[in-house]
């Protein structure tokens, strides 16, 4: 089994593009989270502490313009008569509805921001992933691509001449043995024997090892892009 590598530079190129979507995507997350916060921040802190001051108020309010329509209907003119009142029933009215609107609202802010917390909740589950993705597992994934990329240029870059060579010249001195003739004595002939099988047994030897090297070398390779894009 042999790796089959055609172009390490696409490998920088998909990691310089997982830099560039990590980024993004951490900036959108920052940015969503940052959107909901000062949401939370303006109900809470905002709305609810400007109605909670407004409600007192507009009751002084109401409660003050209640007394002068009071105190006008019990005067009466030199004449006997009562003087007008209008105006203060009026006033009285334009109290009533500002405080019933404040109360309203108040009301409104206490629900929306009951709501709202229920729903940063939800929204901090659901982005929970996500933020793992930006900070643990695309990092991760990143530093994958760089240290398999490094693996396979140093794998690339190994020399392999000399067990080629090895091989060649063992081949070549059995067949020059071959080619010298007859061998002129039996111990001769069964020396000549043994070292033939001796660099028969090395070709072996080094044709496996040359195969194991390969077949680890692209499971490596394999580990580091699934580990990579997992």
């Not at 044709?207 to 692209?218: K, L, M, P, Q, Y």
């Amino acid at each position: 089994m042999s790796a089959n590598i055609t172009d390490i530079a696409a490998l920088d190129e998909f990691r310089r593009a997982l830099i560039k979507f990590r980024e993004e995507l951490g900036i959108a997350v920052s940015e969503a989270d940052s959107e909901v916060k000062s949401t939370f921040i303006w109900l809470e802190r905002d709305r609810m502490l400007h109605w909670k001051r407004a409600v007192p108020r507009l009751d002084e309010e109401l409660t003050a313009a209640k007394s002068a329509l009071y105190r006008k209907e019990m005067q009466t003119m030199g004449t006997g008569q009562r003087p007008s009142i209008i105006d203060e029933k009026k006033a009285v009215a334009r109290a009533k509805v500002r405080t019933e609107e404040a109360r309203e609202r108040l009301e409104r802010t206490r629900r929306w921001l009951a709501t709202l917390e229920r729903d940063v909740s939800m929204f901090k589950g659901a982005m929970s992933p996500l933020a793992t993705l930006v900070d643990r597992d695309l990092p991760d994934a990143i530093l994958r691509l760089r240290n398999m990329a490094l693996a396979l240029e140093a794998y690339l870059a190994t020399p392999s001449v000399s067990l080629g060579e090895q091989l060649e010249r063992a081949r070549s001195r059995i067949a020059s043995m071959r080619r010298a003739g007859e061998v002129q004595t039996a111990e001769e002939e069964a020396a000549a024997a043994r070292q033939r099988a001796e660099l028969e047994s090395d070709e072996r030897t080094l044709s496996a090892a040359c195969d194991i090297a390969r077949e680890t070398a692209s499971d490596t390779a394999r580990g580091a892009i699934n580990g990579g894009a997992q």
